[in-house]
């Protein structure tokens, strides 16, 4: 409920602090005495759009703050957890316009954006009267509203529950389609690629292996080939040691007579034969031990070739080779399971479907019952405001299948028997659809409804009856939610249980400025006795206003 509204520099309004009780309010005063400005005011503080003529001339910026008292789990609360804004004991919304059309927007004095603040002001405040936006004639809500007096407000979020799993296994379907369409195309090439990367068998790090041995075995052949070269200085037609042999074999035959002096050169010819013999056994061993193998070279080139190659072919790198092999062949097997998958799905959506349309079936048959209950009950409401040749109807009709269900629904009124029956707000004149909208509200109570209400002036230009009939209907309607009325019917303003007087008041001469007070007892009695008397006020006034309070 609405529990306290804070007005600075608001048109004719200076300062002004209003505190707000549970149950029926009512705002009464002269005509012109600013009660469309507090209204423009809460509006403006709900969400309205910006208007820098509201604020008080020679002001720079004025300023609304609207504090509700809502229960734990009101939905408003969802809508800030979703923002981020802590939770506080009250709800806050203030709005700050400044003179050159600038507006900002807070909720509990973090700063939020209008379309946040508009999505709260729903929340909290409707207003009802002959000129304002009101929920209950816009047919996008009346579906809601029936839902919601029918108590099918479970039903309904079954259904859309429903309709959302169709909507999950038809995209469910779609896709799988999708992938198989590509798959058919791509499966003759899917198939070739696979049995040559099976062929292929890459293994992850096989490269790097691959490279490393080949730079080992380059290294080595390296190796070798200075190994063979040594070899043959020591073998062959190059070699010395045929040649020192022979100088040796020759040298023995003369030896005798001339020992002393060739002698030591035979032993010197003996230690480098050795030495020779020596170096070239021990370059045959190094020859034999030397890891390298030209053709163990030239398949390990091929290797990294054909592995390289069939990198480039599939632009992918050689150690996902093996990946992309697998991806493959389960793309294959998917082809190749795909067209059962694809009967599971179709299934699944079959039998979703199936379950939507019954549920929605029997939403439509309880919404279409719930219908003639309302029209009861709304008739019974409309004789006592002088609307009893009118009629009210739910207009129902088959809409194609949605979250909502199959049901279009419609608030349709017959204002006069014989004429032409329609939308409730292209038919109905402005005081007949306040009335069937106080008749409305009256049979929803909190039903679908904001916690606060206020009425502005519905009961314009009806008489005494239709007058205490909306007082009566506003007082039930308040003991479900909070009512605020603006009124210039006494019947009305004398069943509410905080009354309050909105004047003008003039400060030397020249500055008028709103005030709003209070009235209690004989304060009370005296403005119903204005409202009943007009500008002088008599004791028959006084005791017609002291019979309708103590009505």
Known sequence: MLSRLSVRNIVLIDALDLSFETGFTVLT???GAGKSILLDALSLALGAKADGNLVR???????????????????????????????DDALIVR?????????????????????????LGALLVEV??????????????????????????????????????????????????????????????????VEELEAL???????????????????????????????????????????????LRKLERKREGAEEQLNPVMDALSVALDALEEARSTIAEA????????????????????????????????????????????????????EARRDLLAGEVAKTERAYREAAAALSERRQATAGTLEAAVAAELGPLKLDKATFMVRHETAAPGPEGVDQIAFWVQTNPGSPPGPIMKVASGGELSRFLLALKVCLADKGSASTLIFDEIDTGV??????????????????????????????????????????????????????????????????ARMLAGATITDEARAAADKLIGA
């Open 201 to 247: 068998d890459p293994e992850p790090g096989e490269e790097e292996r691959l490279t490393a041995g080949r730079q080992s075995m380059a290294a080595a052949e390296k190796v070798a080939g200075d190994l063979n070269e040594a070899a043959g200085s020591l073998e062959g037609s190059r070699s010395p040691i045929p040649t020192l042999a022979g100088v």
């Open 95 to 119: 709005r700050v316009q400044n003179a050159d059309g600038k507006a900002r927007a807070f909720v509990n004095d973090q700063p939020v954006s209008v379309g946040l603040l508009r999505q």
């Open 463 to 528: 008489g005494g009856a239709v007058s205490d009939a909306i007082g009566v209907r506003m007082a039930r309607l308040a003991d479900a939610v909070q009512v605020v009325s603006i009124t210039h019917a006494p019947q009305v303003a004398a069943r509410a249980n905080q009354h309050l007087l909105i004047a003008k008041t003039h400060t030397n001469g020249s500055t008028t400025s709103t005030s709003v007070r209070p009235l209690e007892g004989k304060e009370r009695r005296e403005e119903i």
């Open 128 to 193: 009802h009267g002959q000129h304002a936006d009101r929920s209950l004639v816009q047919a996008s809500h009346h579906r809601r509203l029936l839902d919601a007096f029918g108590g099918l407000a479970g039903e309904a979020s079954h259904v859309a529950r429903l309709w959302q799993n169709l909507k999950d296994a038809e995209e469910a379907l779609a896709a799988h389609e999708e992938k198989l369409a590509a798959a058919r195309e791509e499966a003759d090439f899917l198939r070739a690629a």
């Open 287 to 338: 020859q034999r031990s030397l890891d390298f193998d030209p053709q163990q070279l030239e398949g390990l080139e091929e290797r990294l070739f054909a592995l390289r190659a069939a990198s480039r072919k599939f632009k992918t790198p050689v150690d996902d080779l093996a990946d992309l092999a697998a991806r493959m062949a389960d793309e294959l097997t998917d082809l190749d399971a795909g």
């Open 29 to 31: 005063g002269e005509t």
């Open 57 to 87: 001339t020679g002001e720079a910026s004025g300023s609304i703050a609207a504090t509700f008292n809502v229960a734990p789990n009101h939905p408003a609360f969802a809508i800030l957890d979703e923002a981020g804004i802590a939770r």
